[in-house]
Nanobody, 123 residues
Framework: VQLEESGGGLVQAGGSLSLSCIAS????????LGWFRQAPGQEREFVAA????????YYADSVKDRFTISRDSAKNAIYLQMNSLKSEDTAVYYC?????????????????WGQGTQVTVSS
């Protein structure tokens, strides 16, 4: 399984950015996919997750009502729409996949990872 993120960049506080993750090399019907992020000197933390079949979503409290995770089954892609961005959202964002339909906030439960894409929010 390969995951490739794109869409990172520099944005001003209050702005929006959309991330994409293209998944390949697997049958994702029984997977859950998610987004994590890691700021310099900090642990990688959960952002959002989505069940591939059914589309059930789950969010970290810090991004709830600002970020939206979605998927496009036809394109084998998931997305993260980020609105009302804050400086504390600055991090490398990673796409991850787990071979189980249950969404999870736990990093170690994910089996596959992308290389990450940098998001920088200027204040």
């Amino acid at each position: 399984v390969q995951l490739e993120e794109s869409g990172g960049g520099l944005v001003q506080a209050g702005g929006s950015l959309s991330l994409s993750c293209i998944a390949s090399g697997g049958a994702f019907g029984n997977y859950a996919l998610g987004w994590f992020r890691q700021a310099p000197g900090q642990e990688r933390e959960f952002v959002a997750a989505i069940r591939w079949r059914g589309g059930h979503t789950y969010y970290a409290d810090s991004v709830k009502d600002r970020f939206t995770i979605s998927r496009d089954s036809a394109k084998n892609a998931i997305y993260l729409q980020m609105n009302s961005l804050k400086s504390e959202d600055t991090a490398v964002y990673y796409c991850a996949a787990k071979q189980n339909v249950i969404t999870s906030t736990i990093r170690s439960e994910y089996d596959y990872w992308g290389q990450g894409t940098q998001v920088t929010v200027s204040s």
